[in-house]
């Protein structure tokens, strides 16, 4: 299994671009989330969903879009990118829900705006 | 909602000395209590794990203790090795939520 997968590893963009970050995961998981990571701060959770074709919000939501489809895959889409978003980017899966399982996270995506 | 505190933000020792990181909760319906290790440019990873019926459990060096009346867990690592340097994690959750909030992290470093 190759587990949790996230392309690209870098990304560096302009302001107003907008860009998807790709995340797919071959665990059978129904859960999987978002979340960025800022310099001296923990994980912040952006979006999240407990199956296909169900998703909700997070702590810091603005700015991004998500949908899942499939159970397998869980684009983030930046919008219209802006420097607050530089971060790195963190998706992550369970086997159930958050709150009782152990969650497993991908590489992360590095992202720069300019 | 759900408030973890996490404490000290970062932790230097001296290699085979033991380290200690705090985390409190707010909510008392927490019952799983996970630690996560991430090193120097890697994602994060589970390490230890707790829930709510037991109040230690312990593998190999490291071991985490929960005490649900003052709504408190701590990791203890001992005979700290170089390979323990990186950041921790904790998380209170609670078994029927579907997000959770991390700790904002421990920065441990060991001395040689």
């Known amino acids: 299994n190759a587990g949790v997968t996230q392309t690209p590893k870098f990304q560096v963009l302009k302001t107003g671009q907008s860009m998807t970050l790709q995340c797919a995961q071959d665990?059978?998981?129904?859960?999987m989330s978002w979340y960025r990571q800022d310099p001296g701060m923990g994980l912040r959770l952006i979006h999240y969903?407990?199956?296909?074709?169900?998703?909700d919000q997070g702590e810091v939501p603005n700015g991004y879009n998500v949908s899942r489809s499939t159970t397998e895959d869980f684009p983030l889409r930046l919008l219209s990118a802006a420097p607050s978003q530089t971060s790195v980017y963190f998706c992550a899966s369970s086997p159930g829900l958050a709150g009782g399982n152990e969650q497993f996270f991908g590489p992360g995506t590095r992202l720069t705006v300019l | 909602g759900e408030n973890v505190e996490q404490h000290p933000s970062t932790l230097s020792v001296q290699e085979g000395d033991s380290a200690v990181i705090k985390c409190t909760y707010s909510?008392?319906?927490?019952?799983?209590f996970p630690w996560y290790k991430q090193e120097l440019g890697k994602r994060p990873q589970l390490i230890i794990d707790?829930?709510?019926?037991?109040g230690e459990k312990k593998d190999q060096r490291i071991a985490v203790t929960l005490n649900k009346t003052a709504k408190h867990f701590s990791l203890h690592i001992t005979e700290t090795q170089p390979e323990d340097s990186a950041v921790y994690f904790c998380v209170a959750g609670y078994s029927s939520a579907s997000k959770i909030i991390f700790g904002s992290g421990t920065r441990l470093s060991i001395r040689p």
């Open positions: 707790i829930r709510s019926n037991v």
């Open positions: 969903s407990v199956g296909a074709g169900i998703t």
């Open positions: 665990m059978n998981h129904e859960y």
């Open positions: 909510d008392s319906a927490s019952n799983y």
